[in-house]
């Protein structure tokens, strides 16, 4: 399935940057902020590994947009380690993205996608993560936690969104949240 090339990629955001190649309609349109800037630092011969954003304030979704390559990538060549799967990510994301949280957004994506690709799917995920939640208060050993659980159950926490129009406002977006939060 070949190598990624990370200074061919850099090359060919410049051309779409600059040229609109690539394009559907030859009109270079929504260019972020931290996507101009990367491409603009290599445009200027900065090494690649020093032109994407690392600033909280420069963060964004332009790394994101462009990752699901990647995932196929990394689904086709039977990539299953996570230190390479980070790697990866990383790298590609740090090209015009290279802040701890455009990287982390990436990362939960790309983990999610191949979830999706490997057969499971996000009602799989959210009872495996009530197992999982359920097993953790369990290993507390404290007395009446079966039923603490039962109780969150007649309750709605294992299905109930995080927030009404916010973060994790889906089914299960409450556990999930709190599963996050715990570990």
């Not at 949280?101 to 009530?130: A, D, V």
Request: proline letters at 2%; glycine letters at 6%; aromatic letters at 12%.
């Amino acid at each position: 399935y070949g190598n990624i090339n990370l200074e061919d990629m850099m090359s060919n955001f410049l051309s779409w940057y600059r040229s609109a190649k690539y394009t559907a309609t030859f009109v270079t349109y929504d260019v972020g902020r931290a996507t101009r800037k990367a491409i603009t630092k290599y445009e200027r011969g900065i090494d690649i590994n020093n032109c994407g954003c690392k600033r909280p304030d420069e963060n964004g979704n332009g790394s994101l947009m462009r990752i699901l390559p990647l995932v196929y990538y990394i689904y086709y060549n039977k990539i299953t380690t996570t230190d390479e799967i980070v790697r990866l990510v990383n790298d590609i994301s740090s090209l015009t993205h290279a802040h701890e949280i455009s990287k982390l957004g990436c990362y939960i994506y790309t983990r999610f996608i191949l979830f999706l690709l490997n057969g499971y799917n996000k009602n799989y995920h959210m009872e495996n993560l009530k197992q999982q939640f359920q097993e953790k208060l369990l290993s507390t050993k404290r007395d009446g936690m079966e039923n603490v659980i039962k109780h969150l159950e007649r309750l709605g926490f294992f299905t109930a969104p995080a927030s009404t129009k916010f973060h994790l406002s889906v089914k299960g977006g409450l556990m999930e949240h709190s599963w996050n939060v715990c570990n």
